[in-house]
C-alpha cells in the first residue's frame, strides 16, 4: 500500500482553482506535511508546508493564491489552488515524515492552460 497517496489534479484554465488532498495510510503513522512540485528539468519546489505544530510555509510564487490545511485527524493534507497560472503546471507530490525517514507520494499532475 502507498502511505501516501494525493489527489485531485487535473487540467483546468489560467485563472482556475483545483483542491489537491494528500491521504496517509492509516496502517502507517505517517504526518504528511508539505506539498513540492516538479516540472521537467527543475528542481523540486516547495509548494507550502505545514509543521506538527501548525506554522505555514508558502513558496514565493505561491503565496496568497494557495492556502495548505490539514484535518484534525491528521491523516489529510490539502493544497486549495487559486488564480492558477500556466506557470503553476508540473507534478505535485506530498511529503511526509515517518520518524526521521522521508516519504513522497507518487504525485499528481497539474495542467493550466492559458
Known amino acids: 500500500q502507498v502511505p501516501l497517496v494525493e489527489s485531485g489534479g487535473g487540467l483546468v484554465q489560467a485563472g482556475g482553482s483545483l483542491r489537491l488532498s494528500c491521504e496517509s495510510s492509516?496502517?502507517?503513522?505517517?504526518?504528511?506535511m508539505a506539498w513540492y512540485r516538479q516540472v521537467p528539468g527543475k528542481q523540486r519546489e516547495l509548494v507550502a508546508s505545514?509543521?506538527?505544530?501548525?506554522?505555514?510555509n508558502y513558496g514565493d510564487s505561491v503565496k496568497g493564491r494557495f492556502t495548505i490545511s490539514r484535518d484534525k485527524s491528521r491523516k489529510r493534507l490539502n493544497l486549495q489552488m487559486s488564480s492558477l497560472k500556466p506557470e503553476d503546471t508540473a507534478v505535485y507530490l506530498c511529503?511526509?515524515?515517518?520518524?526521521?525517514?522521508?516519504?513522497w507520494g507518487q504525485g499528481t499532475q497539474v495542467t493550466v492552460s492559458s
Open positions: 511529503y511526509g515524515a515517518l520518524g526521521s525517514s522521508e516519504v
Open positions: 505545514m509543521s506538527t505544530g501548525g506554522e505555514i
Open positions: 492509516r496502517r502507517v503513522n505517517i504526518n504528511p
